[in-house]
């Protein structure tokens, strides 16, 4: 079981744990938004090869109005997580998820950024190069 030990009395306590159990030393924590993304970001989408892992977030949306607060929201219709490229296509990736429980082709969206004939605002996807494929 992975533990930490206090700086003060050197005492192993859990990961996640905020207080020391004996010395009562408090933990400091970063939030997870101010830790490193990992990967590097990609400067040049079409630099890629089959096999590069990658991880996706952003891309295509549409703007839904939130009744409850009344007002607009973006609700982001495009692809996260980390994937393996598979091919890449005049627009965009064609990749496939890393993960075993998740299966299926998808298509991350590089293109231009375009608001489509359906109402759907059409935005590059952000991806960062978690390593290069082999």
Not at 10 to 18: D, F, W
Not at 37 to 63: A, H, N, T
Not at 75 to 98: A, C, D
Request: aromatic share 10%.
């Amino acid at each position: 079981m992975p533990h930490k030990s206090c700086p003060k009395c050197k005492t192993p306590s859990g990961v996640r744990t905020h207080k020391c159990k004996v010395c009562n030393h408090l933990f400091v924590f970063t939030p997870k938004f101010m830790r490193p993304q990992k990967g590097q970001e990609i400067e040049k989408w079409e630099d890629l090869k089959k096999g590069d892992v990658i991880k996706v977030g952003g891309g295509p949306y549409k703007i839904v109005h939130n009744h409850q607060w009344d007002q607009d929201e973006k609700m982001y219709i495009g692809y996260n997580g980390t994937f393996r490229v598979s091919k890449l296509e005049e627009k965009g990736i064609i990749v496939y998820p890393i993960k075993a429980n998740e299966s299926g082709c998808c298509f991350i969206y590089m293109g231009e950024s375009k608001l489509s004939q359906y109402g759907t605002c059409l935005e590059p996807h952000k991806i960062r190069l978690i390593r290069k494929g082999s």
